[in-house]
Antibody, heavy 119, light 107 residues
């Protein structure tokens, strides 16, 4: 299993950013996927889940309405569109692989991509 | 939302020590709890699920126990590779949450 994130960077408050995660080593179109983030020096925070066909998404309250999780099974990829970014969204964002029934916990993690929101 | 409280937040121990980390949930989660290990600058590593089932490849010195609202992660004989931060994660409902973490430091 390999999960490779990209798209992080430094943006100003209110800006948008799209994170990508390309997956390999498993049957992507049958697996729930998630994003988990970690602010500098802080603990882990679940961000969002998406089901295998992309028809169901779940978000933590702090990002609902601002972030959108989607996937392209033909490209073995998931995308996290982040709008109206805030300083408190600054974190390393990890792409994680769930299971075939749900994404309750995560055996496999990407290396993470750093998002910094600052003026 | 289910809140989880880990204790202690920091633990100083020596190689060979038996180490126990506690995770308390704000309501019963049956055995729906996972544990992770994280080293600085690295992604978390999955250790245990369903409170006590060791993931393949995880050394047998790690064990998990508990059900309901109180859970423990035990390292029977601390090894140099075990100095890290440990997180518990309940997983019976949304929003998914994590404990605040326990940093295991060298004494």
């Amino acid at each position: 299993v390999q999960l490779v994130e990209s798209g992080g960077g430094l943006v100003q408050p209110g800006a948008s950013l799209r994170l990508s995660c390309v997956a390999s080593g498993f049957t992507f179109n049958g697996i729930w996927m998630s994003w988990v983030r970690q602010a500098p020096g802080r603990g882990l925070e679940w961000v969002a889940n998406i089901n295998p066909d992309g028809s169901q998404t779940y978000y933590v309250d702090s990002v609902r309405g601002r972030f959108t999780l989607s996937r392209d099974n033909a490209k073995n990829s998931v995308y996290l569109q982040m709008n109206s970014l805030r300083a408190e969204d600054t974190a390393v964002y990890y792409c994680t692989k769930g299971g075939d029934v749900s994404s309750w916990y995560w055996r496999d993690w990407g290396q993470g991509t750093l998002v910094t929101v600052s003026s | 939302d289910i809140q989880v409280t880990q204790s202690p937040s920091t633990l100083s121990a020596s190689v060979g020590d038996r180490v126990t980390i506690t995770c308390r949930a704000s309501q019963s989660i049956s055995s729906w709890l996972a544990w992770y290990q994280q080293k600085p600058g690295k992604a978390p590593k999955f250790l245990i699920y369903e409170a006590s089932i060791l993931e393949g490849g995880v050394p047998s010195r790690f064990s998990g126990s508990g059900s309901g609202t109180e859970f423990t992660l035990t390292i029977s004989s601390l090894q140099p590779d075990d100095f890290a931060t440990y997180y518990c994660q309940p997983y019976n409902s949304y929003p998914l949450t994590f404990g605040g973490g326990t940093k295991v430091e060298i004494k």
